[in-house]
Every structure is written in structure tokens, then in C-alpha cells.
């Protein structure tokens, strides 16, 4: 499933309320309850379409297609590393505690592990890829059921709906022996649409001009990437084959993340990411540490126990 272009989302909502706002500042006498009804929040529901979980001990293949420096990699699997991490997982602002919140989906835990890992950096299907092309790359790798190909490609590497639609998706293929075989893409949007993809840590293109946070890790493009990862990630645990957790058309589905689009703390609206954590000697924010005592900014995930975006702060 594609993940939709958060800012997008973001202008959404921003253009709703606004519409809101202003029949609310007309005068009337006719209908005031009607008129209420357009500013009663709704609950969030994601529903479930009863097909398949990922579930259990789920190994993630990792394939960098194209430039990434050591320290880049570094970033990504230490988050990666820091979901499933058992050092902190009692720590209210880990990563393995915004993690949880995908076992109040049906079937219980999921425990994610790194595995094989496969640089490119010949860019052997050259610099621009297509749907095609992604699942060509996932399929590299002999895998199995309880096995997910993660494809991240740099910031030279374009990808059909890159910036236009989505940050990054997950979809799913056959295997060599016919078993469904899923996979998931983001990537790094420094140099195409960081104002869309890197958002919060640069400023946006459109809608409200507040100020960008500094990137936990001091790269906007990755820790970018590390937003993207999660909604990703979140998304395919819950839907991994069209028929689980989302709201929505299958083709365009608000996932368990996705459905919180823009929202990392308390306080969050269109434009403004949130109350979160702020490291005195640099100003990064953040608001969840992982393994390492690295710190990643992870966005709200949708919680099934009170149908209602979940932050860790």
C-alpha cells in the first residue's frame, strides 16, 4: 500500500477546518444543530477486513539500492534494531513501546529482526525506478512467508510516485513456491521533496511556515526516512496483503500510521508536529530513543484499544 503524502494529508484537514471555522462565523438562526455537527470530532476507526497479520518472529531483509554512507545505514538499522529491542522496551519514550501498540491488532505480537542486507551501488536498474522494478529487487532474496524485503534508495534514485503521491510503500508478491511475499520501499527525499517527504525537520511547501525541527541524527534526509520507515512498517504488519487494518479505498487506504498522518505529540495540528522532546546541546527534537541511545522522531500510530492516534509523549 502507498503511503500517502503526509503533507498532503496535512492540507486536507487544514482546508476542512477552515471551511469549519468559517460557517461557523456566520450568523443564523436555522439549524444550529446542524451546523454543530460539522465540528463534532468523529472517531477514528480502522477496520478490519479479516484477512492475514503479520504475526511472530518476522525477518526484514534490507537492500540499499544506490549511495549510502556507513553512517546513513547506521541510522536506519539501529532503528530497525530499536523496535524489537528488549533493553528498553519498559522505557514509556522507546521505540519498542511505540512498537507495541501493533499487538492490540488481532493475532498478537510482532518482533522484527534484521537480516540479510544487499548494497547496489551500481544502480543496476538504473536511476529510475518503477512498481516493477521494486518487486524485481525483492525478489533477489529467497524468501518465505515470515521474511520481508525493505528496499531503501537513495536520494539520486527516482521512484514512480515519489513526492507525487507517496513516501514510501509496502505491497506484496508471489514466491518462487507461490507463497505471498511481502515488501516495503522508502526513500531519501533530501534532494526531490524534502518539504514533503522530510517534513517535520524541513519546512513544508505549502500551508503553515512554522519553523523546521532539527533532525535527531543531523540528517534531514534520513531521519526523514526513518518517519517513512515507521508508517511503512506499521502498515504492513497490520495490512499486509490489502485485506487487513485500514480506512478507506484498498487502492488509497489510511493505515495504522497513516491515518495519524502529521500528528508526534500532544497538541499537534495542521502545521505544528506536536509537544516533543528537545536535546539542549543541539536542538534536536525528538521523542523516542532506541538502541544505542540513538533518537528517532516517530510519528502517532492508531490505537485499537481507544480508536484514537497514539503518541508516546
Known sequence: MAILNPFCLLLFFLLLSTCCVSNLSKPTSRAPNRILALVQKQPLVLK??????????????????????????SILIDFVQSLSSASSSHTPSSVSSWWRTTESYRGGPCTLVVGNQTLDANYSLGKSLNTSNLLSLASKVNSDAHEVHVIMTSADVA???????????????????????AYAWVGNAIAQCPGQ????????????????????????????????LATVLAGLVTNPFEDGYYQGPPSAPLEAVSACAGIFGKGAYPGYAGNVLVEKPTGASYNAVGVRGRKFLLPAMWDPLSSSCKTLL
Open 48 to 73: 478490519y477486513h479479516k484477512g492475514t497479520l503479520l504475526k511472530g518472529n518476522i525477518t526484514l531483509h534490507l537492500f540499499w539500492y544506490g549511495t549510502f554512507t556507513s553512517t546513513q545505514r
Open 197 to 228: 517527504c522530510a517534513w517535520p525537520f524541513h519546512q513544508p511547501v505549502y500551508g503553515p511556515q512554522t519553523p523546521p525541527l532539527v533532525a535527531p541524527n543531523g540528517d534531514v534526509g534520513v531521519d526523514g526516512m526513518v518517519i517513512n
Open 159 to 181: 521512484v514512480e510516485d515519489f513526492c507525487m503521491n507517496q513516501c514510501g510503500t509496502h505491497g506484496w508478491g508471489k514466491s518462487k513456491h507461490g507463497e505471498r511475499v
